[in-house]
């Protein structure tokens, strides 16, 4: 069973930057496709940043992109989103989530999730 720990969140202001982690148990990396949500209060969990299990395909939606880049550290089993240019609607819980195969960018599929880091975005 894997398992996958976020950290990082944090109260931040408008224009800062925040990196958040995504720690798994297992070398999940090679085998398994990686994804970022986010949930704001009152709106439904969408998808900002996900990485093909091979590396070489990212995607972002325009609300983000530009602004966040997903990356990992397979020697330490952990996965980042950098965030810049953070603007109060980012303002969310954050959740890593891993899936063994499928599209990537589909929002549904992926097995495992995070706890959920809190971001919260001052102006």
């Known amino acids: 069973q894997v398992s996958l720990v976020e950290s990082g969140g944090g109260l931040v202001q408008a224009g800062d930057s925040l990196r958040l982690s995504c720690a798994a148990s297992e070398r999940i990396f090679s085998n398994y496709h990686m994804a970022w949500f986010r949930q704001a209060p009152g709106k439904e969990r969408e998808l900002i940043a996900a990485r093909s299990w091979t590396g070489r395909s990212t995607y972002f939606p325009d609300s983000v992109k530009d602004r966040f880049t997903i990356s990992r550290d397979n020697d330490k089993n952990t996965m980042y989103l950098q965030m810049n240019s953070l603007k109060p609607e980012d303002t969310a819980i954050y959740y890593c989530?891993?899936?063994?195969?499928?599209?990537?960018?589909?929002?549904?599929?992926?097995?495992?999730w995070g706890q959920g880091t809190q971001v919260t975005v001052s102006s």
């Open positions: 989530a891993a899936r063994p195969g499928g599209d990537y960018k589909e929002e549904r599929g992926y097995d495992y």
